[in-house]
């Protein structure tokens, strides 16, 4: 059974960072391109930043070019953004994504999300 | 304002069918496959269709996708009362800012 389950978000001010992390099971994570989506309260979905299985090729939202990093660790199954710059309008809920064919098309399976809150 | 134009709310009762449209352009729709999520109440997204029409497993038939030039369509037959979610389609979109594209969303309400 595929599962995603994301961790690291929490309240931070203006200008802060945070890493969030996203542990993968259930499939062969390293070769599994992996996406970064959230969700700002009461809003619609916002694709954020993908990564290919090897972490060689990575994409990024304008939104957040510059300041967010995708990364990823395939010997621990592991999903990264480290979010930099934080800014209000960053304030969501984050999902990890499976990206199954790698072409940021769809994705087949989301992790329940974490919270992350920019505010003063 | 997203780039792909849901209406923001569709509604029908039990056992009927509903359609729920999702309009783009040349740039997303017209020229890439569109997905379809669910989204329960305090719950992820979920994956209902992909490539315009297929249905990963476990996907009932109650759920089909369609797309015909800028346009996509979600059709959902027999209604239940937990089909009530919003949901979002999806798609590529290769304009100014290329990258993954959702639709606003719809909120359904089954009476």
């Known amino acids: 059974e595929v599962q995603l389950l994301e961790s690291g978000g929490g309240l931070v001010q203006p200008g802060g960072s945070l890493r969030l992390s996203c542990a993968a099971s259930g499939f062969t994570f390293s070769t599994c391109a992996m996406t970064w989506v959230r969700q700002a309260p009461g809003k619609g979905l916002e694709w954020v930043s993908a990564i290919s299985g090897g972490g060689g090729a990575t994409y990024y939202a304008d939104s957040v070019k510059g300041r967010f990093t995708i990364s990823r660790d395939n010997s621990k199954n592991t999903l990264y953004l480290q979010m930099n710059s934080l800014r209000a309008e960053d304030t969501a809920i984050y999902y990890c994504?499976?990206?199954?064919?790698?072409?940021?098309?769809?994705?087949?399976?989301w992790g329940q999300g974490t919270l992350v809150t920019v505010s003063s | 304002q997203s780039v792909l134009t849901q209406p923001p709310s569709v509604s029908a009762a039990p056992g009927q069918k509903v359609t729920i449209s999702c309009s783009g352009s040349s740039s997303n729709i017209g020229n890439n496959y569109v997905s379809w999520y669910q989204q329960l109440p305090g719950t992820a997204p979920k994956l209902l269709i992909y490539?315009?029409?297929k249905r990963p497993s476990g996907i009932p038939d109650r759920f089909s996708g369609s797309k015909s030039g800028t346009s996509a369509t979600l059709g959902i037959t027999g209604l239940q009362t937990g089909d009530e979610a919003d949901y979002y389609c999806g798609t590529w979109d290769r304009s100014l800012n290329p990258g993954p594209v959702f639709g606003g969303g719809t909120k359904l309400t089954v009476l």
């Open positions: 490539e315009n029409n």
């Open positions: 994504a499976k990206d199954p064919r790698g072409q940021l098309e769809n994705f087949d399976y």
